[in-house]
């Protein structure tokens, strides 16, 4: 137990957002090996996946076997059997998407409005609280990365909500959302949602300028691009765990090697089949696409992307007539943390 926690305190909870495919699970399974966090996978995908279908947590029990998830559901609901899922879907379909965002992002809503929202996010407050108290954490972690969520969150009182916004460059994006990855804990054998090159750039603006836009309406959003974790996982974990107020020394980091993490169990409800992984984790910067990717596509997307991708220090150099250029990754250096736009709060980004 931690005898530090105040249960007086509204709930920290530690929003993982970003598009999909862009290093959001591995970031959650890393922070939330740091002593006093609790990640608790997508919660976004609790109420279909797990409620109603029933699918893996990733403690390898099905959720309606998972100790841990039964007891959140009882403290929370007093029992999952109590949950609403259609009325919780159907508040989802009307306030948590992507194209109701410039309304969520304005400084008031309208009563009608106001009502819907914060009863759909008091589902996911009830979920934070349970867990909080069931573990004695002093930071939840979801990892639902959808921007509008974050968003209907930014309205729920009695949370303190922080936002790591998970930035990877837009072309290892697009070849990743190209691929096929099955979904081990479907009991139906689903595969992962696949996107083209086109719609994958597409959502890759909208995501990331929302995230851009929610930082400027004053919620605490501090920016991570993946290949900056990916080339020196420990400082990135130790800065993060410091903007989120989350005591650590360099000893309880040791997880964290140079090129790997040793993961422990959890119990994340929903995402990337990676949650599943338990044992020694390499940490590699995954750059498939600068093979995988055809010139043709990676074109067509740096050029979709092209303001984002520089104004996050990914090198874009200018257009050639022929339009075959090929356009090589930089990794990210020190010299990034600086050119990035202005920041809340004196929190630099990662
Ligand atoms: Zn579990």
């Not at 990640?39 to 947590?57: F, K, N």
């Not at 259609?86 to 992507?98: E, G, I, Q, S």
């Not at 410039?102 to 008091?122: D, F």
Request: with cysteine; net charge positive; hydrophobic share 35%.
């Amino acid at each position: 137990m931690d005898a530090k926690t105040d249960d007086n305190q509204p709930t920290k909870v530690l929003f993982i957002g970003g598009l999909g495919r862009s290093g959001t699970t591995l970031l959650e399974r890393l922070l939330g090996q740091l002593p006093d966090t609790l990640p608790l996978g997508e919660v976004a995908h609790v109420w279909e996946r797990d409620v109603r279908d029933d699918e893996a947590c990733a403690c390898g029990s099905a959720f309606s076997a998972c100790e841990f998830w039964q007891r959140v559901g009882e403290a929370a609901f007093g029992g999952w059997h109590s949950v609403d899922v259609d009325r919780v879907v159907a508040l989802k379909n009307t306030v948590d998407r992507t194209r109701h965002i410039p309304t969520l992002a304005s400084r008031r809503l309208k009563g009608p409005q106001l009502e819907l929202v914060s009863e759909y996010v008091s589902h996911y407050r009830k979920i934070y609280d349970a867990a909080r108290s069931d573990s004695r954490a002093r930071v939840i972690i979801d990892s639902s990365k959808h921007a509008s969520l974050a968003y209907c969150l930014r309205w729920c009182e009695g949370i303190d909500l922080r936002v790591l916004h998970v930035v990877r460059d837009s072309r290892g994006v697009a070849y990743s959302w190209a691929k096929e990855v099955s979904r081990p804990e479907s009991p139906r054998g689903d595969e992962m949602t696949r996107y083209s090159p086109t719609r994958a750039a597409m959502l890759w603006n909208a995501q990331n300028a929302a995230f851009g836009l929610l930082r400027r309406r004053g919620v605490p959003v501090r920016r991570v691009r993946y290949e900056k974790l990916m080339a020196d996982p420990r400082g990135v974990v130790r800065r993060l765990a410091e903007w989120a107020e989350i005591p650590v020394t360099e000893h309880q980091l040791r997880y964290i090697g140079g090129d790997y993490a040793d993961l422990g169990p959890s119990h994340s409800a929903a995402g990337n089949p990676m949650r599943f992984t338990v044992g020694r984790v390499p940490l590699r910067y995954d750059d498939a696409w600068t093979v995988g990717l055809s010139p043709t596509r990676k074109t067509l997307v740096s050029t979709l992307t092209r303001p984002l991708l520089s104004r996050y220090g990914y090198t874009e150099p200018a257009p050639q007539p022929t339009g075959t250029v090929t356009v090589q990754p930089r990794r990210p250096s020190d010299a990034d943390e600086t050119a990035t736009e202005s920041v809340t709060a004196g929190a630099s980004d990662e």
